[in-house]
């Protein structure tokens, strides 16, 4: 009965956000519904001790995030540099391979360390003006940025810094660069797959006389830029690049600074207890702040004009973005948590540990409990938390690397963590101004490819013994 109660959660908050419904306001009805048929005693300080802690201390960590990534990709828009990468990359890939051109941006970005949202907020001004030139429809671009920057680039290519990537090298004392062979065969597979996909997705809707859409039915559309002539495309290119450098100095810079951790005492606060912050935790996100600083700045000092002119309304709508973004995001956070606190969540567990072959194992059971929470990374460390030493076992007595272990467990939860009632898709939905009707069924069919990416990578260990 457990069981059923946590997958009756899930069904719900999925179908109200296919539907369309506020995942703010449904989120935390679906999570404390299912806490009422478990412990109805449990509803209240379940609500304010696990809900609203984790969904503040979400919003604590990444709104400033949220809020900067989405200022950027505005003054991106503003400034006419969109538009002027956009008919570069015309020029030099044909506008038949837009898809590919938003693709090669995302998966720039996201292996350069920049935060999956933060790229939402900074390709979507690109990809819109491109698809838009190219007469592709808008309902493709979701599809388009989930393979850049939520697929290959997140967890499959050794090395990349998302925190999907991170993760398993603090359980089975590996780095990012484990089993390199087998995640760039990963790799290979979900973006070849992806494009053939998202091309016969667009010669279908050619083939069927749909364009990019009727703008009285468009929405969040991007501002129009009002300057006289467009920015060289190197130029356009430099603020993009600066986030991508800055985030990577900045990320060893401020380890070095500060520290494994750092305290200051409120001057204000007289005998007050000093506030310390470990840096490990917050190093990252300082860095990504940092960097969209320093790309908000370029952006200004490069185009200061045509920005100046619409900054008020432009940065009006920008916030109003992130702030909607942000909650639906920190909402699902708030969910996840509650559903992994109950019974039937470690039902869910301990059924999934009945799978024999150690791959396969920890595979679907990553991917199960991704799915469930809606997060990749919080369904991973749930998984780990309490499976690792399991998995590590059973790999030992299979002579199986643990190398292959951390590229299996990095790749699982990105597979279907991103369900409808994903932070990351309904950001993404809302960043474009479409809904899951209109564009999810793209974004599916990339979770369903790079979830088949993680069996080829298990098959291919098993028939070469590759690494």
């Given amino acids: 009965m457990s069981f059923l109660i946590v997958l009756a959660a899930l069904c719900f908050l999925m179908w109200v956000a296919y539907r369309g419904h506020s995942v703010i306001l449904f989120a935390p009805v679906a999570a404390l519904g299912a806490v009422l048929l478990t412990d109805p005693s449990l509803v209240a300080p379940m609500f ?3 809900f609203m802690d984790k969904m503040v201390g979400f919003l604590k960590l990444y709104f400033p995030v949220f809020l900067l990534g989405a200022v950027f990709g505005k003054l991106i828009e503003l400034s006419g540099f969109s538009k002027s990468i956009v008919a570069a990359t015309i020029r030099l890939f044909g506008a038949q391979r837009a898809m590919l051109s938003i693709v090669v941006v995302c998966a720039l970005l996201t ?7 933060v790229v939402v907020f900074a390709v979507y001004p690109f990809a819109a003006e491109l698809f838009r030139q190219s007469n592709i429809p808008k309902r493709l671009i ?3 940025i989930a393979l850049g920057a939520f697929t290959f ?6 090395g990349t810094p998302q925190i999907q990537n991170i993760i398993p090298s603090t359980f089975f004392g590996t780095n990012s660069w484990a089993a390199p062979v087998l995640g760039c065969i990963g790799a290979v597979f979900i973006l070849a797959v992806g494009l053939i996909y998202l091309e016969w997705r667009r010669r279908t809707a050619l083939a069927a006389g749909e364009g990019y859409g009727e703008a009285a039915n468009l929405l969040n559309e991007p501002a129009a830029f009002t300057g006289t002539q467009l920015a060289n495309p190197l130029l356009a290119l430099l603020p993009l690049l600066l986030v991508g450098i800055s985030n990577k100095l900045l990320t060893g810079w401020i380890g070095a600074y500060y520290g494994s951790s750092h305290e200051f005492v409120p001057a204000a606060m ?7 912050q470990e840096i490990a935790k917050v190093a990252a996100i300082w860095a990504v702040e940092g960097a969209l600083l320093v790309g908000i700045l370029s952006v200004l000092a490069l185009a200061w004009k045509p920005v100046v002119a619409s900054f008020v309304e432009g940065s009006r709508s920008a916030i109003g973005g992130a702030l909607l973004a942000s909650m639906n995001t920190a909402s699902e956070y708030g969910f996840g948590a509650v559903i992994a606190a109950l019974p039937g969540f470690v039902v869910v567990a301990q059924a999934l540990a009945a799978i024999p072959d150690p791959l396969v194992n920890e595979a679907v059971t990553i991917t199960a409990l991704a799915g469930i929470t809606g997060s990749a990374s919080g369904g991973m460390s749930i998984a780990l938390a309490a499976m690792a030493d399991t998995f590590i076992s059973n790999a030992n007595a299979a002579g199986i690397p643990m190398e292959v272990l951390h590229r299996v467990a990095a790749m699982a939860s990105g597979g279907m963590d991103t369900l409808p009632h994903n932070g990351a898709v309904i950001t993404l939905l809302a960043v474009t101004g479409l809904s899951h009707r209109q564009a999810y069924k793209d974004i599916f069919a990339i979770t369903v490819i790079k979830t088949l990416a993680v069996f080829v990578v298990i098959v291919t260990f098993y028939l070469t013994g590759l690494v």
């Fill in 48 to 50: 304010t001790g696990l």
């Fill in 111 to 117: 292996y350069g360390g920049v935060s999956l949202f």
């Fill in 142 to 144: 979701p599809g388009t």
């Fill in 153 to 158: 680039t997140m967890d499959a290519l050794p």
């Fill in 270 to 276: 007289g005998k007050a207890a000093p506030v310390v």
